[in-house]
């Protein structure tokens, strides 16, 4: 089964702050395009120019962009909303 540019395969929307596993990968979703949904730190303007997609911050290789999820993505915990909730 896809994902889409905004989706886990799961169905679950991709959301900044998400901890996820790619491909033995552990790392945080810095922001999804599209949805406007961006980490503290990270400015949508200026990463407009990439279109659509996400990025990942992976513990293991830095800055990972992927214009749509595959079946190695995968949700290990949801962010956290602001406030804590």
Same mark, same amino acid.
């Given at each position: 089964?896809? %994902?889409?540019?905004? $989706?886990? /395969?799961?169905?679950?929307?991709?959301?900044? +702050?998400? $901890?996820?596993? /790619?491909?033995?990968?552990?790392?945080? @979703?810095?922001?999804?395009?599209?949805?406007?949904?961006?980490?503290? +730190?990270?400015?949508?303007?200026?990463?407009?120019?990439? +279109?659509?997609?996400?990025? @990942?911050?992976?513990?293991?290789?830095?800055?990972?962009?992927?214009?749509?999820?595959?079946?190695?993505?995968?949700? @290990?915990? $949801?962010?956290?909303?602001? %406030?804590? @909730?």
């Amino acid at each position: 089964m896809q %994902g889409t540019d905004t $989706r886990y /395969c799961s169905g679950d929307d991709i959301r900044a +702050g998400d $901890r996820v596993r /790619c491909a033995g990968w552990t790392g945080r @979703v810095a922001f999804v395009l599209g949805t406007g949904s961006f980490a503290a +730190g990270y400015i949508p303007a200026d990463w407009a120019y990439l +279109g659509r997609g996400f990025m @990942v911050e992976y513990d293991q290789a830095g800055l990972v962009f992927a214009e749509e999820a595959d079946e190695d993505l995968e949700l @290990v915990a $949801r962010a956290v909303p602001a %406030g804590g @909730v």
